[in-house]
């Protein structure tokens, strides 16, 4: 069955630091990856997507993820974090093929902290 | 802001009542989607509609439904009501089959 992991429950880092957020991925074939934001008391927001192409996607609030296939990851990532990032991150996937309706497999999330 | 509204965004309701959530999609799309996050199971895939039909079910309960208007909004019906179902429904639209899906705020259903 297709499955979403994102290993950290929850991650702090500073101000001004470097984020990185992990996901792996259980599928047979290459699936959509999307993340997506969470902000307290609002709805899911999409930082970015990768369908194919170029392996290394460009998302709003300059967020970017690399999906590498050989490890099944779509890790995504920001050089410099502000304190407006904090918020739980969702990555999730949506199948390819012909029975593919658009519907998303999310990983548990992981809740970001931003220490000032 | 998505584009996708959803109403009402709080409810709190008793056990075995009946509630209707709603959803309008964005302008122009055709797909809606219906996901329920909780504390305990996360953000779970419910139903989803395409132009008016039903196109693929998860995790649903039978106690729950949904319908897909001809305007394009839908409703997601649930009745008889327990504690459980107490969590965060959202809405989701996209454009066409296997595009990115935005979401609507969702509505907090509380129930005691």
């Known amino acids: 069955a297709q499955s979403v992991t994102q290993p950290d429950i929850h991650i702090t880092v500073s101000e001004g630091a470097s984020l990185e957020l992990r996901c792996n991925y259980s599928y047979g074939a290459t699936p959509y990856l999307f993340w997506y934001v969470q902000s307290p008391g609002q709805g899911l927001q999409l930082l970015l997507k990768y369908f194919s192409g170029d392996t290394l996607v460009q998302g709003i609030k300059g967020f970017e993820a690399e999906f590498k296939r050989s490890q099944s990851s779509f890790n995504l990532r920001k050089p410099s974090v502000h304190w407006s990032d904090a918020a739980e991150y969702f990555c999730?996937?949506?199948?390819?093929?012909?029975?593919?309706?658009?519907?998303?497999?999310f990983g548990q999330g992981t809740t970001l902290q931003v220490k000032p | 802001d998505s584009g996708v509204t959803q109403t009402p965004k709080h409810l709190i309701t008793a056990t075995g009542q009946r509630v209707t959530l709603r959803c309008s999609p964005r302008s122009g799309d055709l797909s809606v989607y219906w996901y329920q996050q909780s504390l305990d199971q996360g953000l779970q895939f419910l139903i989803q509609y395409y132009n008016g039909e039903e196109r693929a079910k998860g995790n649903i309960l039978e106690r729950f439904s949904a319908q897909q208007f001809p305007d394009l909004h839908s409703e997601l019906n649930l009745s008889s009501l327990e504690l459980g179902d107490s969590a965060l429904y959202f809405c989701a639209s996209s454009v066409e089959l296997r595009t990115e899906a935005f979401f609507g705020q969702g509505t907090r259903l509380t129930v005691v």
């Open positions: 999730a996937v949506g199948l390819h093929g012909s029975s593919n309706t658009g519907k998303l497999i």
